[in-house]
C-alpha cells in the first residue's frame, strides 16, 4: 500500500463523506464526489453558493473517510487548496466526470471552484485481513502521525497484554513490543497493564 492506493481507493469509491467546521466551531459533514487522483494529488469541486464552500474559505482544514466493499478503509486529514485557472480545472474535472454535464449543464458549471488536498495525513485500515492491517503515510508538508500504544521499558514481562489483546499483536521481549501494523487501537493492554507500563504514542 502506498499514497497513491491509497487516494485511488477515495476515487474509486468516489461518493465519500467530507467533514469541515463552520463558523461557530461546529462539525459539518457531506457526502462529495472525488473528482481527480494524480501524483498523489486528490481533486474535488463544489459550488460556491453552498454551505461547504463557504466553510473552506473560512478554514481549510478537512477530514475525509471512505470504506470499499473489501472492508478498507482511508483517512484523510489535511487541508484542501482552491486552485487556479478555474475554468481549466472545471473542464477538466467535467472530462474525467461526464456524468456532471447533466447536473450543471452548460455554462453553469463555472459556479463550481475545483479544490486541490496535497497536504495531508492518510490512515489505511484493512479489516478485510486477519490479522488487521494499518498503516499510516504523509503527503505534501504534513508530518506522520503516530497512533495507538507503545510498550516502556517499565514492562515486567508478565504477559498480561498479550494473552488479552484481540488481534495477538504483541510480542514478548524486554520489553514486550506492538505491532502497530496489526494494533486495532482499542486501548485494552493499556487499560490492563498492572504497572502502567504502556503509554499512549505521541508524534
Known sequence: MNVQNCLQILRDVKDVAFATVDEKGLPQIRIIDVMLVENEKMYFCTARGKDFYTQLMHDNHIAITAVNKDFQMVRLSGTAEKLMEQKV??????????????????????????????NANIEFFDLGKEPINRENFAIGEHKGQKKGFEISASCIGCGKC????????????????INQNHCLHCGLCFESCPVKAITIRSV
Open 89 to 118: 480545472w472545471i473542464d477538466r474535472i467535467f472530462n474525467e466526470n461526464p456524468s456532471m454535464n447533466s447536473v450543471y449543464p452548460n455554462e453553469s458549471r463555472y459556479i463550481l471552484e475545483p479544490f486541490c488536498i496535497a
Open 162 to 177: 498479550r494473552k488479552l489483546c484481540p488481534q495477538q499483536c504483541i510480542r514478548t521481549g524486554k520489553p514486550f513490543e
